[in-house]
Each structure stands twice: as structure tokens, then as C-alpha cells.
């Protein structure tokens, strides 16, 4: 059942003349786990943002085609109607604490105070949220007194509380330590396995090779290709420059040194080694 | 960031909006009685509640930037005041004169009391708890946001210009010195702040859009403020002395 | 009061129309109460602006407050109503925090940031020759605004030395207090304001397009 539908998404920033996203089609299921690659300035951003309203509701600009998200149409319906179904967790940790709270409790309940929602429920959710990623010890700190992992956590949880079907994350490790983005890597995968759909934006190949269902790559603002991690990172791709699981790249080149040419290629440690192991000698 | 005093006392523990109803009254009041006995009795009952509040003390620096000016207008409402006859003192070649004394005592009570009430809310009540009463009654939330938001924003700016005062002195910048050098150097410390502050802006937009902050729906507050019993009393208390004001100034 | 209810979207519901349509090149007002999220944002960056620069002027001993310097900015950068808002809600938050006399000047702010606000959106701000007249606009309704306050609480005097002297002068010559007040104000209003409009003149004149862009009034989407 798909649960994301883009038909001929086309859209324009105000004041440029090339396309953003250059007529995209493409659906996805419920329940799928999607990574999103390309180099920058390929429209990643662009289309996560198209996904949940920001495009083209807050950046205005031109647009055309249809996306439609768990039945609503997204240009036809409010970033804020629409911030029940997608949640959206940005590359900058602090620039999405809301300033506004005194502590992360309130912090997360800020989406939900937003909604109007009847206290008790608010205070159900925000605590779920906070066990779920893992919050409790930080829960009457400053929002601004945290790690970059811990806050992005944090942005992660008032989103969440919100109870959306969707989560889109748009490289929501790449200002963090290892340590912070093992933090928020582990939180993405509780929530896929809770049913979640979810689509990461990230650079982050082996981890992204190891959890997504498919992937999509993009260039120039269109979608190249969207397949599963095994069959896209086989793919060749002429004049563009696609970054591999360093697993697949060992065994690419072992396939290149010995002339085989095949449809899927490993993208994890385990599955590259049993490849090395069955096509030994 | 706030003057906020926490004290355990009754004055803590009224409701915000019943402060603002004071300060109505203690703003109007003396206005609408400009009599120097009024604007006593106003000050007197401030200051009474202040002690109440158990921060009187907390005034004394406030009116401490207030008291250089007072004391100008003492000296030149007594010795200029165009209506000024009665001469009541001199030093040396300086003249002061009742009518000028007169007002510039009124002008000093008013002030004093003014200042009291204005103190009475902002060191007996949280920033925050104000700012939710207020939405509470109709303030936009979206302005609700605002208010909490510069509390917060300041101290980060602060901290910002710390770090960048110490890494531009670092490179040599000027910080005293000639008044040209020093105007020079006003530049490379402000400009960072300024682009730090602004270059996050639309990505915090961005960030608030995406949690509802634009949803027509009526706010839930996660804080349930607790209303004091004597509110209302006292709110009726403060209506009636505008009320009684105005009818002195009518009858009288 | 203020800011947008309705929902974002300005498509039309109907989905043909929306085929339709075609450009459109339809701004909202500059006195438009329906901020954006973005303008909106900008407000507490204002607030945090003025007292940096007041911290900084203090930290360098120039002669001037430079306070204002976030409200003008907002005002170039928002328009006329982000202006007034940043103005009235620093000296709301300077009353809450620092000094509760600042409450009382709220409305100088909120009519500085006006000002500022609707002659950067009429054009006044393309050059430096302007912008001084911007300034000196911004001096004109500072004291305008801010003399009948100054008569009522301190019966026209201003806290300023030189200021103060020349009132005592005045009114020592009989001449009108309104006029003395006025013009005592207007001796420390003049530098400061002067300059405070165009160091926001000169900042906003290095901000990006990019960044300038996203507060165009434009409150559409055009249809591809
Ligand atoms: N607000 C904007 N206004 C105008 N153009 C923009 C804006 N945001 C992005 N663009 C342009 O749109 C194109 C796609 O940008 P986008 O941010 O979606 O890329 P991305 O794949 O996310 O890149 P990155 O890896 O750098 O995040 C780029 O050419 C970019 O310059
Ligand atoms: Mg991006």
C-alpha cells in the first residue's frame, strides 16, 4: 500500500531559473525504511521538504505535479495539518530547539501544545517519547545545556510525539561526533521497526546500505534511479559520482579485476565477506 | 534572564493579570489626582505590598537609577519653573522657589510609585508564567512565542559576543583607545553576531513549521497556572480606586 | 491582532483552477498584520541585536547607547510592522528584565521601528544619502513619541546632561515646556539615532540576497 505518491513533481525556488526537482515520479509503501543520496545540491533537501509541505507552502516559488501523503495532497493542505503525518528532523541540532522552552520536556510538548491537545495526552506522549529515545536522564535540563547528539534526539522526540505515519530525516548526523550519530542512527531504527516509514537523507553509506529498503539517488533534481540498496549500488552511473558502501567497493573491484558483471552486489560486512568466501579463487 | 525573585509570599503567588490590574491603577491613579497627598498614599500602599513581596530590597537599585535624574528635576523645576514665586531658600546665587519644589516633589512621587508597581509585577512574578497568562487571555501565540523566545535569545547572544570579543582581541582588535579606534572596532564585533543571528532564522522557521506552529487550534498549556483566591477581590479592589478616582476628580 | 491563522496554503482549493491560474504577481500590503514564520523569527534575533549592540557600545565607552540597532535592522529587513513589533516588544522585555522605566517607552520603539520600516519599504534606503534621511526621520517621531513621555514623568527633562541644561535654559526663558522638552530630547536623540540608523543601513546593506529574499512579500506559488 503506498503511502507516498509523487506524480511529475516539478518545482522552482522564487528567483531561479533551473528546476529543484525536475519531474519526479515514484511511490513508496507503507513501512519502507528510504535513503536518500545524492551530491550536493542534487535536491535532496528539496524533495523532503516537498514531502511535508515546507515546499512549496514556505518557500512559495513555482510548482507543479501532485504529491500526495497518506491521502492528502500536499500542496492543497497546511505545513501544520500536514506536520501530523510527517515529521521532519533537520541537519541543524540547535536551530531546531524552539527557544521558546526551559526545559526538554517542554521542548517536546511544543508541537503538541500546538495541536491543541487535551493535557493528559500531551503529557502521555511526551513521556513515551522520552523513554523512547532515551531522554529521562535529561528530561528538566536546559534544551540548550545538551550534546549535539542529545538535542538532535530531543528534535527527533517533539517530532514523534507528534504521531506522524511518516519521518523524514535531511542529514541528521552530519553535525555530530560518531558518538551522536550512532545515537541517532540507533533512535531512526527503533522507529522503522515500529512501523514507521521512514526516509533519510545522508552521506552515511554503510549505514544507510545496511537499513534501507531502497534507495534513492538524485542528481540535477531528478530521481536517476530508486531501487534496492544491492541492485542501485551494482548500477554504474555515468557522470556522477556515487559513493558506495566501502563493502561493495571491495567487491566491485574484485568483480571488475575478474570480468564478472552482476545485477546485485553486497552492501553490508557480512554479506560482502560471504561473497568473497563463495566466489574464492 | 529576568528580575524575578523567588520568594515564598502571597504577592508570588497571584496571578499576573491581577499585577497588571495594580499597575493600572497605580499608573492612573495619581494622574488623575495630580495631588502630591494621592500620589503618596499610592506609593506608601506600593511599597507596603513590595514589603509584602518580601523584595523591597530589590527596588532600592532601581530607584538608584532613577534618583540622579529625580534630583535634576528638584534642581531645576525649583530654581526654572516658569510659575515659580515663592522663594524658599537660597545657596549662594542660586534661587529655588516653592512652586517648582512643589511639582518636582509630585513628579518624584509618581515616579517612585510608578516604579514600585512596575517592580511589583517583574520581581514577584516569572517571565514565563506573565507571558502564559496573557495567551491565556487572547495574547497571539504566535507574539506568546516571541516574548518567550527573546528571553532566551539574549543570554545565547551574550555568550556569542563573549566568544567573539575575546577571539577578535585575540587578532588585535582595538577595544580602547582613541574614540576613532574604538568606533573602528565596533564593526568586526558586532557584524558575527548579527549574522549568526540572522543566517539561522529560516531554518528555525522552518523548524517551528514543521511542529504546528502555525495551526489554528487553540493552544493546550502544559502548565496549569493556580489561581489565587483573593484574585478577584483584589482586581475589583483596583477598578474601584480608578472608579473612586475619577469621582473625586469630578466632585472635587 | 497579527500574524497569519489561515491555513499557508494559497492554492485554491479547486484543483482545475489551480491548472488554470497561470502567474500571478499579486503582494501582500507592507502593513500587513499576517507575518510569516520567517518574519516572526526575526523578532527575538532584533531584541537580541539591540541589547549586543547597547553591550557593546557600553564595552567600547562611545558616547552613544546604540540600542536600537536590531529594531532598525528588522525594520529595513521585515518591514514596517516587524519593526514596530521589535521595537515594542524590547522595551517590554527590557521592562520585564533589566529596568521596568523601559515599559514606558515602548511606544517610541514600536513608532522608530515603524518609521524605519515604511521608508525602507518605499525606497529610502538605497544609498548612504538616504539613509541619513532616514535617520534623521527616525530622530523627528523618536522625540516627537517620546517628549509627551518625558512630560509626563519627569516633567520634560530627559536624564541627559546636556540635554537637561539647555531645558533648564528654556524654561528659565519662559519658553514652552513641550518645546523645551522637545528640543532636549531632540539634542540626545540626534546623534544616536542618526547613527544607529545608518550602522543598520550599513549591516544590511552586506546581509545576502539569499537571505533578504525570504522576506519579499510575495504570498504565492506560481503553478508550473
Ligand atoms: N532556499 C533556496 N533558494 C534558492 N535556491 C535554493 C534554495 N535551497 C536550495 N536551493 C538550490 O536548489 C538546489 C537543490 O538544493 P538542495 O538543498 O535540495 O540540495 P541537497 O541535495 O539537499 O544538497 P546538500 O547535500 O548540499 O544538502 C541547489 O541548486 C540549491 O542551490
Ligand atoms: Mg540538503
Redesign the interface.
Known amino acids: 500500500m503506498s503511502i507516498i505518491k509523487a506524480e511529475a513533481l516539478r518545482y522552482k525556488y522564487p528567483m531561479q531559473d533551473e528546476l529543484a526537482l525536475d519531474h519526479l515520479s515514484f511511490s513508496i509503501d507503507k513501512g519502507e525504511f528510504i535513503g536518500i543520496i545524492g551530491e550536493n545540491g542534487a535536491g535532496k533537501s528539496t524533495l523532503c521538504q516537498a514531502l511535508n509541505g515546507l515546499v512549496p507552502h514556505f518557500h512559495k516559488g513555482a510548482y507543479g505535479g501532485t504529491v500526495t501523503v497518506a491521502g492528502k495532497t500536499v500542496h492543497e493542505t497546511s505545513v501544520g495539518e500536514l506536520s501530523t503525518i510527517v515529521g521532519m528532523v533537520f541537519e541543524n541540532p540547535v536551530v531546531q530547539i524552539t527557544g521558546a522552552k526551559l526545559t526538554v520536556y517542554e521542548e517536546i510538548a511544543f508541537g503538541l501544545e500546538n495541536l491543541g491537545l487535551p493535557r493528559s495526552t500531551i503529557i502521555e506522549r511526551v513521556d513515551e517519547a522520552i523513554e523512547l529515545l532515551n531522554l529521562a536522564e535529561v528530561r528538566d535540563k536546559s534544551p540548550f545545556a545538551l550534546s549535539g547528539g542529545q538535542m538532535q534526539r530531543v528534535a527527533i522526540a517533539g517530532m514523534i510525539a507528534m504521531r506522524p505515519e511518516i519521518m523524514i530525516f535531511d542529514e541528521p548526523t552530519s553535525q555530530l561526533d560518531p558518538q551522536g550519530a550512532t545515537e541517532v542512527f540507533e533512535a531512526i531504527e527503533t522507529l522503522s521497526r515500529n512501523g514507521v516509514t521512514v526516509l533519510v537523507v545522508s552521506h552515511q553509506m554503510e549505514r544507510l546500505a545496511r537499513h534501507a529498503d531502497r534507495i534513492m539517488l538524485m542528481h540535477g533534481g531528478r530521481l536517476v534511479a530508486f531501487d534496492t540498496p544491492e541492485r542501485l549500488f551494482a548500477m554504474d552511473f555515468s557522470g556522477i559520482s556515487v559513493r558506495r558502501p566501502v563493502y561493495t567497493e571491495i567487491v566491485r573491484t574484485v568483480q571488475k579485476a575478474g570480468g564478472i558483471s552482476a545485477e546485485t552486489v553486497p552492501v553490508t560486512l557480512e554479506g560482502a565477506a560471504e561473497w568473497l568466501v563463495k566466489h574464492r579463487g | 534572564m529576568s528580575l524575578y525573585v523567588d520568594r515564598p509570599s502571597v504577592i508570588h503567588r497571584l496571578d499576573p493579570l491581577t499585577k497588571l490590574c495594580y499597575i493600572a491603577a497605580a499608573v492612573t491613579v495619581p494622574f488623575i489626582c495630580p495631588v502630591k497627598s494621592v500620589a503618596l498614599l499610592v506609593a506608601a500602599v506600593t511599597y507596603i505590598l513590595l514589603a509584602a513581596g518580601r523584595v523591597v530590597t530589590k527596588v532600592l537599585p532601581l530607584l538608584g537609577f532613577v534618583a540622579p535624574v529625580l534630583l535634576s528635576i528638584f534642581i531645576i523645576q525649583g530654581m526654572f519653573m516658569p510659575d515659580n514665586h515663592a522663594l524658599v531658600f537660597r545657596i549662594g546665587p542660586l534661587y529655588f522657589y516653592k512652586e517648582g519644589l512643589s511639582y518636582a516633589a509630585l513628579l518624584s512621587l509618581r515616579v517612585i510609585g510608578i516604579l514600585g508597581a512596575f517592580s511589583l509585577l517583574v520581581l514577584t512574578t516569572k517571565p514565563s508564567d506573565l507571558i502564559q497568562a496573557l495567551m491565556e487571555k487572547g495574547l497571539p501565540p504566535e507574539i506568546g512565542y516571541v516574548l518567550n523566545a527573546v528571553l532566551q535569545i539574549i543570554p545565547q547572544m551574550a555568550n556569542a559576543l563573549q566568544r567573539i570579543t575575546d577571539a577578535q582581541r585575540a587578532r588585535g582588535l582595538e577595544t580602547d583607545g582613541r574614540l576613532l579606534d574604538r568606533i573602528k572596532a565596533f564593526f568586526p564585533l558586532i557584524g558575527p553576531v548579527v549574522m549568526n543571528a540572522f543566517v539561522e532564522t529560516k531554518d528555525r522557521a522552518m523548524a517551528l513549521e514543521v511542529r504546528a506552529f502555525n495551526s489554528k487550534t487553540k493552544r493546550t498549556f502544559l502548565h496549569v497556572r493556580k489561581k489565587h483566591p483573593a484574585d478577584v477581590a483584589l482586581r475589583i479592589m483596583c477598578l474601584a480606586a480608578i472608579i473612586l478616582a475619577v469621582v473625586w476628580r469630578l466632585v472635587g | ?11 485554491d ?1 479547486k ?1 482545475d483552477s ?1 491548472k488554470e491560474k497561470g502567474l500571478e504577481t499579486m503582494k501582500t500590503s507592507m502593513w500587513s498584520f499576517k ?4 518574519s ?6 532584533a ?3 539591540n ?3 547597547k ?3 557600553g ?5 552613544l547607547w ?1 540600542d536600537a ?1 536590531g529594531t532598525v ?1 528588522a525594520a529595513m529587513i521585515g518591514g514596517p510592522v516587524v519593526g514596530a ?1 521589535s521595537g515594542a ?1 524590547n522595551n ?2 527590557y ?7 523601559s ?1 514606558a517607552y515602548a511606544f517610541t520603539s514600536l513608532f522608530l521601528g515603524l518609521a524605519v520600516g515604511a521608508m525602507a519599504y518605499k525606497g529610502w534606503i538605497e544609498n548612504a544619502g538616504k539613509a541619513l534621511i532616514v535617520g534623521l526621520v527616525a530622530v523627528l517621531v523618536a522625540s516627537v513619541v517620546s517628549t509627551p513621555i518625558n512630560i ?4 520634560g ?1 530627559t ?1 541627559n546632561v546636556w540635554g ?1 541644561s539647555l ?2 535654559a528654556l ?2 526663558h ?1 519658553f514652552p ?1 513641550w518645546l523645551s522638552s522637545f528640543l532636549d530630547e531632540w539634542v540626545v536623540d540626534v546623534p544616536d539615532k542618526i547613527i544607529t540608523v545608518f ?1 543598520g543601513y ?2 544590511f546593506r ?2 545576502p540576497k539569499t ?1 533578504l ?2 522576506f ?1 512579500r ?7
Open positions: 491582532m497579527i500574524v497569519e491563522r489561515k491555513s499557508h496554503s494559497t492554492f482549493n484543483k489551480h507575518l510569516s514564520t520567517a516572526l523569527v526575526l523578532i527575538p534575533a531584541v537580541g541585536i541589547y549586543i549592540g553591550m557593546i557600545a564595552f567600547l565607552k562611545l558616547p546604540l540597532i535592522l513589533l516588544i517590554i522585555i521592562g520585564l528584565t533589566l529596568d521596568p522605566i515599559f509626563i514623568f519627569w516633567g527633562q536624564g537637561d531645558y533648564a524654561i528659565a519662559h515646556v550602522i550599513l549591516i552586506g546581509l537571505f529574499q525570504q519579499d510575495q504570498n504565492h506559488t506560481d503553478v508550473l
